[in-house]
């Protein structure tokens, strides 16, 4: 399947990113919650989570929080951030905020920990695909970048640096900084910097097709 490099113009995009309408409350709501299912299904696997989640666990694992309020928490600190750098928020980036951190800590109290290899491996492989197809929706609303994304543009503006740098820089950072703290790497963590590109590439792709056919 060809991969989308752009986000596909939806039906359900937003003129502004406050311009929220009912249209929107599907894509929006789905897509972030399968994003949290995604981030807690990593979690689960015990193989590993993305840079940011093995973050807050170090963060979890010291201020005695649970993970969604950790995960909360920190996109609070980075949404601080925003402001020296005029960056703005929008509906989006609040509901982002709120509904991964939430299911995020649903999915972990919810989910046992597989007890077999293959299983672990299926949480890992699930957990991309639906972070994919959970960005591809979210992504086409139009509502504004999360806290992460919105810092990392953001600086690329400001610093004149290519994004791909700037965000492979502030994953480095997060990512040792929660493995200090204490927060689990693993090949799942590889897997998910390796594939994660794709399966939004993919997703965009499906929802682009899907839009011209129903428009048709």
Known sequence: MRLSHKIPVTPWRASTTWAFRPRMVAPLAIGLTLFGIGEGLLVQSRWGATPWTVFAEGIMLHAHISLGWATAVIS????????????????????????????????????????????????????????????????????????????????????????????????????VAGWLLGGTVGIGTAFFAATIGFSIGANLQVVDRLVRVVER
Not at 87 to 97: D, K, Q
């Open 76 to 175: 609070c600190v980075v949404l601080l951030a925003w402001f020296p750098l005029r960056e703005r928020p929008g509906f989006g980036t609040i509901a982002n905020l709120v509904i991964i951190a939430y299911v995020l800590d649903m999915t972990t109290n919810i989910v046992s920990v597989p007890s077999t290899t293959v299983v672990k491996a299926l949480f890992v492989v699930g957990a991309v695909v639906a972070i994919g197809i959970g960005s591809s929706l979210y992504l086409t609303t139009g509502l504004g970048p999360g806290p992460r994304d919105g810092l990392m543009t953001s600086l690329h503006r400001h610093l004149g640096v290519s994004v791909v740098y700037v965000r492979l820089t502030l994953e480095v950072m997060v990512l």
